[in-house]
Each structure stands twice: as C-alpha cells, then as structure tokens.
C-alpha cells in the first residue's frame, strides 16, 4: 500500500515570497492533516480536512496560510508571503475517518 | 492549557540494553495516546498506541504503560538496536471524535554499538 505522498521534499524561497505543498493521501483515507515542525519540536497541527471540509483550522495563520482539498482526495497548503519564522518541515497526515495518523515525509522550507 | 512533555531529551543506551522513554501529559480528558518514531529526514512513524481505558500494551519489542493516577506515559524498547535510533514522541488525543492529536517536545534516543 503507498504511503503519503508530498512534494516537493525541499523549498528555499526568500522572505515576502510565495509557496506550495501538495500532499496525496493514502487511498481511502477520508482525514487529512498539515503540521508544521520546527525544528527541535514536535509537529503542531494546522489544519485537518474530513473530505473537502474543514474539520479544524484553529491553528492555521489565516493572514498568510491557506488550503484546499477541493475534490476530497490531495491537499495544497500554500504560504503568502513568506516570513523566516516559517522555515519549518511542513508534514501531511491522513486517517480514516478516526484513527491513526499515517504521516508523510514532510516538505522542508527555508524561508531566507 | 493542554501540554504533552518528556522529561528527558535525550537517551543514549548500549546495545542490547532495554530503553526507557517518558512523558508526562497534563489533560486527564485524553483518551488516547500514540507514540511516533520519527528518524532524520523523513516523517513520524506510528509505534504503537493505548487507550485510555487500558494500562499497559504490548507490541513486537514495544511496551507502552500508561498510568492515568500521575498522568504518565512510558515506551519500553526492548534489546535495542542501532535501528532505533530516533526521536520519539508521544501525542495525545483530546477528541477522539475530531483525532486532534497534540505532540510533546521528543525524546532523542542514541543507541551506541
């Protein structure tokens, strides 16, 4: 069975400039998550999708980050504009619609 | 507010011995905790999880106990490997219905051949 898929696996953008995450689930999988870790921390949860709803975007810096699961299957989260303090490993999970989190490998930025 | 932590950052053991890592959680709500593996570059790897309802679960080389009186998670690794070498999270889950899970800081385990 194949696993989250996310890309790119690394950014380096300059500060005040834009970018995008693109992450594919595991087939099936109705929930799917971003995180964002910076390093030497856990990961901290910025969004969760049940399908093509928001199920929690709380945490989510509304001013400069947004995303979309239109069709219910992958995600783009996406980043305008960028600020150092976001250079972090940008992790997508996916469950069914409860259970565990099955985590990709992360998109790494570096915001310069 | 909701915490997850560990009380050690890191953890260096010989090879072949078991390892020990700890974490303390602080909302008596959580029902369900998760401990993750996550190894340099790539992302958190699911280990193994618990309930809320039990205290103790076990996997392949893998024990979890749970003791909700002091609000205390543990991972036991048994005969460690080089392979485990890793930074170690528990996360716990204040709703079950919505799957939050809330991540604490890691614990960085170095196993020395």
């Known amino acids: 069975e194949a696993g989250v898929a996310q890309s790119p696996r690394y950014k380096i953008i300059e500060k005040r400039q834009s970018v995008a995450f693109w992450c594919n689930p595991i087939s099936g999988h109705a929930t799917l998550y971003w995180y964002q870790q910076i390093l030497g921390q856990g990961p901290k949860l910025l969004i969760q999708f049940q399908n093509n709803g928001v199920v929690d975007d709380s945490q989510l810096p509304k001013d400069r980050f947004s995303a979309e699961r239109l069709k219910g299957v992958d995600s783009t989260l996406k980043i305008q504009p960028a600020k150092l303090e976001d250079s972090a490993v940008y992790l997508c999970a996916s469950s069914l619609a409860t259970g565990t989190q099955y985590f990709g490998p992360g998109t790494r930025l570096l915001v310069l | 507010g909701e915490s997850v932590g560990l009380h050690l950052p890191t953890l260096s053991v010989q090879e072949g011995d078991n390892s020990i890592i700890n974490c303390a959680y602080s909302n008596s709500a959580s029902d369900y905790f998760i401990w993750y593996k996550q190894e340099s570059g790539k992302g958190p790897q699911f280990i193994i999880d618990?309930?809320?309802?039990?205290d103790k679960r076990q996997g392949q080389r893998v024990t979890v106990l749970l003791n909700k009186t002091v609000k205390h998670l543990s991972l036991q690794i048994a005969a460690t490997q080089p392979g485990d070498s890793a930074v170690y999270f528990c996360?716990?889950?204040?709703?079950?219905?919505?799957?939050?899970?809330?991540f604490g800081t890691g614990t960085r385990l170095t196993v020395i051949p």
């Open positions: 618990i309930r809320s309802n039990m």
């Open positions: 996360a716990e889950n204040l709703d079950s219905g919505a799957n939050n899970l809330f």
